[in-house]
């Protein structure tokens, strides 16, 4: 089987270039310092101007290769379908990211219990309540990884028919300042890029997709990127460029401008539809829907 890696600026791309294989893959493992498990609504994206939908929709981007490959299996079920062919995805995270992302909906969890919405009983413990809606509802099983245990997944991928990885390049070490979204990671928190390289040698998944790496890194033959990209060849890969910005600046701008609109404008609001007493309604859904709606269409007009 041939050997294809499929660079892009943005994970927010690698949904649509997996939208167009022939083949579906039988197991997907992503790669990521971040969870992109935001469930996004298409008629809020559709107010904001197209680079800044592409922005948006990166904190959605695992939720959408789990939906173009086989959907939600929350989905499939409402509709009275089988989620026994679904590929089985693997989100591969550090333990200190999975912790601050279920603090942070701990807190709107948090906010909807002191409003009398959610019923104190009802609120299990965060971590194990969250992981549960990934696998149940979204699809998507949670590998906390120590580097150390990244080599544990090569059985996973070896006896796949055809595997897909997914590396958003945050999730290195190395590449921390070659990246759009570096974190602030304790010691040993990052795999290092010979513990990811480890595995695609003992593995070969026959396509790779990597996101995120910024445009000077691409260029620069001397970057910590373009020495991974020498050793994928390496190992057998054809490296296609398939949706690369111009420059650095060009790929930032909608970054800052969808940045300040979820600070100034989601956010806020979100923190509001918790905060109702109601929230579990259908009619308070379709309220605060409609506010955010109207309030994006006001930002971006």
Known sequence: ????????????????????????????????????????????????????????????????????????????????????????????????????????????????????AVPTQEFREPTEAFLHYLSEVLGIKVYTSPPKNLLKLANMLKVAEYALLDLDVDYLHELQTECYTPIKAQPGELSWMERVLGLIRKTKPPLITISEAKVVAIRDPRSNFSKLMA?????????????????????????KVYKDFEEQIQKPLIKKQFADSDLLSSEAFERHHKELREATKRYFG
């Open 1 to 116: 089987m041939k050997l294809h890696a499929i660079i892009h600026s943005f994970h927010s791309q690698v949904y649509q270039t997996l939208a167009k294989l022939d083949d579906e893959p039988d197991v997907i493992v992503a790669l990521d310092s971040h969870l992109d498990v935001y469930m996004g609504v298409k008629d809020v994206l559709d107010l904001m101007p197209e680079d800044v939908q592409l922005a948006a929709i990166r904190a959605s981007a695992h939720t959408m290769i789990r939906r173009v490959l086989g959907d939600l299996p929350g989905f499939l079920k409402a509709k009275g379908l089988s989620i026994d062919q679904l590929p089985e995805m693997l989100l591969v995270v550090p333990q200190g990211s999975l912790n601050r992302y279920v603090f942070d909906q701990a807190q709107l969890l948090q906010e909807a219990i002191l409003s009398g």
């Open 231 to 255: 050793k994928l060849s390496a190992l057998g890969y054809k490296i296609k460029y398939a949706k690369i910005f111009a420059s650095d600046e060009e790929a930032e701008r909608p970054l």
